[in-house]
């Protein structure tokens, strides 16, 4: 195993009173160190569920059914909880959506920055405050130093992700997933944050795996990306060619749909009609023929693998 | 700032919003005195502007910048401070409920979650009819059903639906009946606050398409305000750029991207993410957008602004017409300081 991270056929599903619906169905993926990897989809598409499984975040109804996750060549997905807590927030550090509620809001900065490095190694308080204080300049926080006695209600939400993302640095983890890390900021702020993480990314090797909806974003600071629909990767590959030339109909289309990309301003933009199926109610062959225009008679009947589409893409399509 | 065509104009609103709370809360110590204290939100400073007929003019900023406020101003929704506001020549900020009642009709409002904007206790028949009823208590019961089938085809809304509730729908869906709603009296203007941004991308095109399909059939004005600037490029006439409650940039939608002149529209669009591209230089802003309660003296943008010197804090710029229309509110662009 020379991956970092490496995802095998992960199934999670969610057992409801009238039976198991699947979240999760056959995602793979590698990551390598220091790689920057996009998961670009809809809500309801998995991209949070794979992110969340990967730390086994997943909580009841939900587990997963089937699939094996290695970290460095271990195989994590067998691990215990006592034993997964070692890596969770450790060796892998997570980056939720909103920055209002992922900060405890009765405890200052400096007490949360503290707790979580001694959750995780033998260390003492002044030591655990000199990093935190050096994590905070690297994040580019103005005077750190009095931040570290502050409360999250006395910050604005892009330096409370900055934090965020300074309390995720502090156990200098090899993979960090950031789950919409910018959605509910102003686009400015977005890009001094998406700035950030490129380069603290860059200057420690870490890995990241970026979970958006944006494909500008992805498309700016990723490397590879992985597009979800219902449950499934429908298109894997490098970010410039899948991008440029989109071999899935679902990705051309979700990229022919931003304003702006191909459409003339005024004029009517291309769209995908209907809307992705509720995971309960999922079509049988390809999840995407209702919505496709390039549909035939084997897409209803037989579901699409990923398999090779050139210019090192994988495309979940029968007719490409 | 009257033109020809000009359907609505707002002249110099001001909306300040009092947080300060009951006595106890406004109670404050100060110079060994006990006093009271008001605190204010300068939500919308001294905006002028005018929309002409057929035209999309959007109102962009970020969050905090008064974008919201000033389209709730316009349809009364909350009484400006001081200023007006007309439409087709007259006075509409300061007329009775009864007074109102015909503007009503004709300006409607979609707003920005289709979760919340709709009653969940109504069918979409009763969210349709309840408009006409109130507005049109002439129409019989078939006349107002001819008018819901009508309007809910237009928005692409399966007519078999007509009996469900809004739980029953999806975002998109909610977003169709809340447009079809704004239509239904056939208005000829529509505020719409931040109607995509709650959607999916794919979703989101659909409606755009169906608004600008709506706009063109009906040749509605359409006063759209958003954050996404994508959005903005791709359906606006005109933009007016907001920040801190104050019109920074007011240009042609294709002058404002290919030639913005504003320091803080030039950072704004900078900031954009494209697709396909990586990122261009983008323009750096020092510091935070500062609380609209302790507005900065001058320019309220001096703080963060590259180019301001000793006149940005002292002087309010005021809006200046450049020599191709567009209008800027910025010292350093009047005396040639900005570097393109």
Redesign the interface.
Known sequence: MSHLLEVQDLEVKFALRFGDITAIDGVSFVLDKGEKLGLVGESGAGKSVTGFSIINLISKPGYISKGKIFFKGNEISSYSDEKMRKIRGNRISMIFQDPMMTLNPVFTIGFQMVETLQAHRKISKADAQDIALEKLKKVHIPSPAQRLSQYPHELSGGMRQRIIIAISLLTEPAIIIADEPTTALDVTIQAEIMDLLQELCESDNMALILITHDLGVVSQVTEKIAVMYAGKIIEYGSTDQVVKNPIHPYTEGLIKSIPGTVIKPGEDLVQIPGMMPTLTNIPPGCAFNPRCYLKEAICTTKTPELKDAGNGILAACHLK | MNEENTILSIKNVVKHFDISGGFLDQLRFKNGRIGLEKITVKAVNDVSLFVKKGETLSVVG??GCGKSTLARVVLGLYPPDSGEIHYGGTRIDNLSHEQMLPFRKKIQMIFQDPYASLNPRKTVQQTLEEPLRFHHPELSSNEINDKIEQVMEQVGVDQAWIKRYPHEF?G?QRQRISIARGLILDPEFIVADEPVSAL???????I??LL??AGRERDLTYLFIT?D???V????TRVAVMYLGTLCELAK??DLFANPCHPYTK??L??????????AK?I??K???PTPVNLPTGCVFHARCVYANERCINQVPALLTQDNGTCVACHAVEENRVIS
Request: hydrophobic residues 40%; aromatic residues 0%; glycine residues 6%.
């Open positions: 970020e969050s999806s998109g999916d991308v794919s979703i989101q095109a659909q755009l398409n600008m399909k954050h600037l994508s959005v490029r791709h359906i606006s939608a294709e950072a704004l900078s900031a954009i993410p494209v697709v396909g591209e990586k990122r983008q750096k802003l510091g935070e957008v």
